[in-house]
Structures are given as structure tokens and as C-alpha cells.
């Protein structure tokens, strides 16, 4: 079971690049599971994601990097024992730090878990201009920092020299990252992505 965290701020894609990913891998007759983290009451994405037909599980009330992370290990194990899915994507939520849930992952040692790499998605609409903002920049920043793969999503509506100068800035944030151009939503570079994951 390989587990993959697919972060990234408010509204940067996760939940569309999710569900297109996995319908992808579960094409090719994988097992894939998705663990949604809400924080508000009402668990939106992990209906949206279920009407895919896709085994979801929504851990709410709070926050998986941190007074959750016990909660993410047990349905990590849950899900292990009941479905035994040879990929489980997790979306937690837009403010949480992916270190830290990566740590969590590590917690689980009763069965075979491979830790797979962390995906940060930045939100090439947004992105830019919220990175300018101070306290939102930094956070940001410490999002990015932690993936092993940033993808630069909505590339469907941005210009290509927009794309080149958010590289040159990732870059500077992240130098180890394999830094990769998407759309969720069209569907492009989604393969390049699977491809390094699976
Ligand atoms: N143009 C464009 N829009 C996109 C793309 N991917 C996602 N969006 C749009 O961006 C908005 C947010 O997408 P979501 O997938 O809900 O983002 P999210 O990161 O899951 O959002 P939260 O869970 O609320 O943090 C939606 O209106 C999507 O349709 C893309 O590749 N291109
Ligand atoms: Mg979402």
C-alpha cells in the first residue's frame, strides 16, 4: 500500500487533480483509496470524490497534521485491513503542513506501508499573488518546501512566460523538488505525474 499526499493551499486543485489521478491509476486495475481532511462540519469533497465511485474516507473536526494525526494513522490501518488498496491518496486540507503528515504516515508500522512522495500543488492562478502577502507567503513557502514533487496546476489558463517565471520561483523555495506543469481539469501533464508516482 503506497501512500500519497497531495497538498497544497485553498483552492490550488487538490480534490480535481485527486480524483482524475485516481480514476487514471484505478483504470489500469489498481485498487486506489482517497482520505479526505475537512476542517469545517460538512465533508464536501469526500462526497464529491465518492460519486466517482472511489473508496473515500473523510477525517473532519480538525486538522491531520496535527490533533489528527492519530486519527489518519488508525484509518490508514482501516483501510489496510478492509480494502487493502495498492494506492491511497490523501487531501489534506489547505492549511495543513505536509512534514508533519508525512510524519503521521510513519507512525503506522503494523502492515506494509510505503511512504510515496509528496505532491504540493501550486495554484498558478493564485499562487503568485498570495505568495506576495506576508504571513500567507511564508506559510506558503513552508508548503512548498515539503513536497518532492510541486506541481504548477491551472496551466490551462496561464501563459507560458507566467509558467517559466513561477518555475524560476519555485526553485528558489524548493531546489531538490521535480517541478512539473499540470491541469487538473484538462488532464494535462497528468500522466507525467501518474508516472512518477505509481
Ligand atoms: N482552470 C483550471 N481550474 C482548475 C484546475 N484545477 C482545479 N481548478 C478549479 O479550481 C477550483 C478549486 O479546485 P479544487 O479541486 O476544489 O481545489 P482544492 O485544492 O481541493 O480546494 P480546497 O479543498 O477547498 O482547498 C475549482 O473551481 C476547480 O474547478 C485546472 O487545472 N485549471
Ligand atoms: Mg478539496
Redesign the pocket.
Known sequence: MKVIQLA???????????IAISRRIASDGKKVAIIVN?IGDVPV?AKIVSEYGLNVRDIGGGCICCELLVSLAYTLEELAKSHSPDYVFI?P??VSIPSSIKNGIGFVKSFDIECGPVIV?FDG?RGQEQLMDEDLGKFIKRQLAGGDIVAI?????LQEELVRSIEVLIKTINQNARIIR?????G?GLDELVGLIA
Open positions: 497544497g493551499f485553498l483552492g490550488s486543485g487538490k480534490t480535481t487533480a485527486i475537512e469533497d487531501e486540507s489547505g500543488l492562478e496546476n491551472k496551466i490551462d489558463i499540470i491541469s487538473a481539469k484538462k494535462t
